[in-house]
């Protein structure tokens, strides 16, 4: 078999080069085209769901959201196996599936058993499916700083959620950006418990009142010279005094009562369990970038970094963008390092045919063959879907 393809191919040459030649085309294709990284992504095929049960322990969220939660992912199509964590106002699931399936065939079906389970829930247990990414999908995290002072943690913490943090998941490939460190700005009202004992006031009539001052109540049209004008109220709180007028109801003189009355509002941090911190030289706000799976890295990274470039000019004046972990500088080695010891092995290879064989064109042979091989290797992955590895 292997003579007659030999023999063959000796005497079609023609043909064996539009051959090679071909191979070599499709093969520079696939290589240009197939993802690129520097870390081998061995993880399971899983979906997370995240459910948050605020100011519950972790039993009541073991009970109330964890278990009904993982009872119902057991039946899910290709689930081999189902895990459940609970955390102080936390849940988490993990449902992993087998590796053949499909990540996004198995996302849908987790959804669909999560809206037939959601109903059970508590009222106030919101359950969100996890970005579409695997373990190794941090392929860069960046810090927020302000060495001037002009700017606090709260207020880098603002730019990164209103501002950084949606125009970088517009860029191709990002699935999540996760924000890290500083302080949540928030409303807080301190009720004062004697206030509300004098006035009569129960604390669930405050929440009650909070919630029917900060909504918008649409009605019809009315219509006047010939033209329909839309009636709406506008109650949406916007600042610390339309939540301080908030009225509760009257006192026995008949005089409004307000909730600032019985209760302090201020803006002020949110409860944090944890910090952010950059070289040892104080707090700092970061964002990781988690990239879709299947992508590309080295093109997800340069599109962030191209993206972040244009964010510079809108961030207030002493505000820097500083890279703590990018993946493409590893993945640039990596391939480095590849092309160099392919050459190497091209100059050893000819250099032992040269001195073993004495004859010149038998090293040309190997070293022709060897990166038609190779490339023959990047099309079988290309096809596969897998991406390519390189091991610095």
Request: net charge negative.
């Amino acid at each position: 078999m292997i003579e007659s393809i030999i023999r063959w191919s000796v005497s079609n040459r023609f043909f064996v080069l539009i051959g090679a030649a071909m191979i070599v085309a499709v093969g520079l294709y696939s290589l240009k085209n197939t993802p690129v990284d520097a870390l081998p992504d061995l993880s399971d095929v899983q979906v997370i769901i995240k459910t948050t049960f605020p100011g519950q322990a972790p039993q009541v969220v073991e009970d109330q959201v964890t278990y009904p939660l993982t009872t119902a992912m057991l039946s899910v199509p290709g689930a081999v196996t189902v895990r459940g964590y609970s955390f102080f106002g936390d849940s988490y699931v993990y449902v992993i599936f087998n590796e053949q399936t499909d990540l996004y065939w198995a996302r849908s079906r987790v959804l669909e058993y999560l809206s037939q389970v959601a109903p059970s829930l508590p009222a106030n247990a919101r359950p969100q499916l996890g970005p579409d990414a695997t373990g190794v999908g941090w392929v860069y995290i960046y810090a927020l700083i302000d060495k001037t002072g002009k700017n606090d943690i709260s207020q880098l913490r603002s730019l990164q959620d209103w501002f950084l943090k949606y125009e970088l998941q517009t860029v191709p490939g990002v699935s999540e950006v996760t924000s890290l460190g500083g302080m949540i700005q928030q409303y807080q009202i301190i009720v004062n418990p004697e206030k509300l004992r004098a006035f009569g006031i129960p604390l669930s009539h405050i929440q009650m009142a909070i919630k029917r001052g900060n909504q918008e109540i649409g009605a019809s049209v009315v219509e006047m010279a010939e033209a329909e004008y839309m009636v709406r109220a506008t109650g949406y709180l916007q600042s610390v005094q339309d939540i301080e007028t908030i009225p509760l109801g009257v006192n026995q003189n008949g005089t409004p009562l307000l909730l600032k009355d019985v209760a302090e509002v201020r803006r002020g941090p949110q409860m944090r369990r944890g910090i952010a911190e950059l070289n040892g030289e104080g707090e700092a706000v970061g964002g990781i970038i988690v990239m879709r799976f299947g992508e590309n890295a080295q093109k997800t990274i340069d599109g962030a970094k191209a993206k972040l470039e244009e964010l510079k000019e809108g961030l207030p004046e002493g505000v820097e963008v500083v890279t703590v972990y990018d993946r493409s500088a590893l993945i640039k080695r990596a391939v480095d390092n590849l092309s160099s010891k392919l050459l190497e092995e091209f100059g050893v290879v000819a250099l032992v045919c040269i001195i073993f064989l004495f004859h010149v064109r038998s090293s040309l042979v190997a070293i022709v063959s060897l990166p038609v091989g190779i490339l023959t290797a990047f099309i079988v992955m290309h096809l596969q879907g897998l991406n390519r590895t390189f091991c610095e």
